[in-house]
């Protein structure tokens, strides 16, 4: 199981490498290429959208096909897509309608492979040895890796863009990145992807269309219906969707006014420096600490540390508040996803975690244009009030939540994180939700398994 969940982190730190390089490569080529700056907005909104609807129906695939083999698909597909634009270019040379094209096509087969690669870890930790919150250490050492390597490929692909100059040849690192993930994946035990057994509803009329319809609208119910995912989710996408125009829009002129803007990007870079510290702390102390005190102070964290930063009192002052984020958002998030994980019967994680990621992908658009209008229109510290309210009172309200009161409470969780799910006559829980998804099985796994 060590070598297992080893293997898991390479691939996964490999997949984020060569969307870090890519990320810093692809949006300097269109520039350079097209000569305009909206090309590069253009690409990633459409990119963005691609994610988010091919979301919805990635959860199926996954719920349906050997998840391994659906994350190691992915890779390759997600290689061969970026190996194309330098083959593009030295045949045809790259336009818009080419980057937008494969840009497109690659954000749509990455889609599954994140679905699938999430639900992998939770299997492995219930293939490994039992031990209490085994769980939430790997989810806080995942989001430690997550956390490095988003400082650490942007700043490869940007020490390859000095080394070598811009050129889509760079792309091929990307390609090289996805292709030694597919091949560690492989290297997995393959009982990880085993998908658990269908039993087919005898009431389920219709072509296979319509019974995918119903799976599919089956992972959305348990969404709306679970309290604790829809919390862990809503509060995850608010969060997402504040950062993103943070990044996108107000940082870039606050720092420009205040003659620094080279300090842009390290408001990210100070909120990720700080969620490494804050990952790794609560993976040294998982099962020594509450859950429901890191996620306490997860949200007071967050609390002041956006109200400091939508204060923009002052560069460093907001810099150090990005970093408090990050350092006290980090182990809440970790719970986050360990609750989701619990709650979720693995029949269904795959529909529920893409739910998930299409809400997530989703939420930004919501927040972006407008607080840039309330920036554009009544100035930045209007807008920096906005959103420190928003993140202020998504904070509040996680507090107060009744769903996330007991966190660490046992009943309908093991302490080894496997949820106990003790269905009502009818075939609901006490939550109204039912436990085996579309009609399928309880989930397989072992009594050790634990969200998403």
């Not at 529920?352 to 554009?376: C, E, R």
């Amino acid at each position: 199981m060590r070598r297992s969940s080893a293997v898991y982190f390479a691939s996964y730190a490999l997949s984020l490498l060569g969307k870090g390089i890519a990320a810093v490569v692809m949006p300097l080529l269109v520039l350079d290429r097209t000569g305009d700056v909206l090309a590069a907005g253009v690409l990633a909104t459409a990119a963005t959208a691609a994610s988010a609807v091919t979301g919805l129906v990635a959860g199926l695939l996954v719920d349906r096909v050997d998840r391994r083999r659906v994350s190691v698909a992915s890779d390759l597909l997600a290689a061969l897509t970026v190996a194309a634009l330098p083959v593009v270019d030295a045949l045809r040379g790259l336009d818009m309608a080419w980057f937008l094209a494969l840009g497109v096509v690659g954000a749509v087969v990455r889609a599954p492979g994140m679905t699938a690669q999430e639900t992998l870890l939770p299997a492995l930790a219930a293939l490994g040895p039992a031990g209490p919150r085994r769980l939430d250490r790997l989810i806080a050492t995942r989001e430690t890796v997550g956390n490095v390597l988003l400082l650490a490929g942007p700043g490869l692909g940007g020490l390859l863009v000095g080394l070598l100059g811009l050129t889509p040849a760079l792309l091929l690192a990307t390609a090289a990145t996805s292709l030694l993930a597919a091949a560690t994946t492989l290297v997995l035990d393959p009982r990880a992807g085993a998908v658990p057994e269908r039993r087919r509803d005898p009431s389920a009329a219709g072509g296979a269309v319509r019974r995918a319809g119903a799976d599919l609208l089956d992972g959305w119910r348990f969404l709306g219906r679970s309290r604790l995912v829809l919390g862990a989710t809503l509060v995850t996408a608010m969060l997402v969707a504040v950062l993103s125009s943070l990044q996108t829009t107000l940082m870039p002129a606050y720092f420009t006014g205040e003659g620094l803007p080279e300090l842009t990007g390290l408001t990210l870079s100070a909120i990720a420096a700080g969620s490494i510290a804050g990952s790794a702390l609560y993976a040294a102390t998982a099962g020594r600490v509450r859950r429901r005190s890191w996620f306490v102070v997860g949200m007071l964290g967050t609390l002041v540390g956006f109200g400091a930063v939508g204060s923009m009192a002052s560069p460093w002052l907001v810099l150090g508040a990005a970093a408090l984020v990050g350092l006290t958002y980090a182990p809440a998030s970790a719970v986050l996803g360990v609750l989701t994980v619990e709650a979720t019967p693995d029949a269904m994680r795959g529909r529920v975690l893409g739910a998930q990621n299409t809400v997530m992908l989703s939420a930004p658009a919501l927040t972006s244009a407008p607080l840039a209008a309330v920036a554009t229109a009544a100035g930045l510290p209007v807008a920096g009030a906005v959103v420190a309210a928003l993140a202020g009172a998504t904070a509040i309200a996680a507090l107060l939540a009744p769903a996330f009161r007991s966190l660490d409470a046992p009943g309908p969780r093991e302490a080894d994180g496997r949820p106990e799910r003790s269905p009502e006559p009818g075939g609901r829980d006490a939550d109204g939700d039912r436990p085996e998804g579309a009609g399928g099985p309880a989930e397989r796994l072992p009594r050790r398994q634990a969200p998403g």
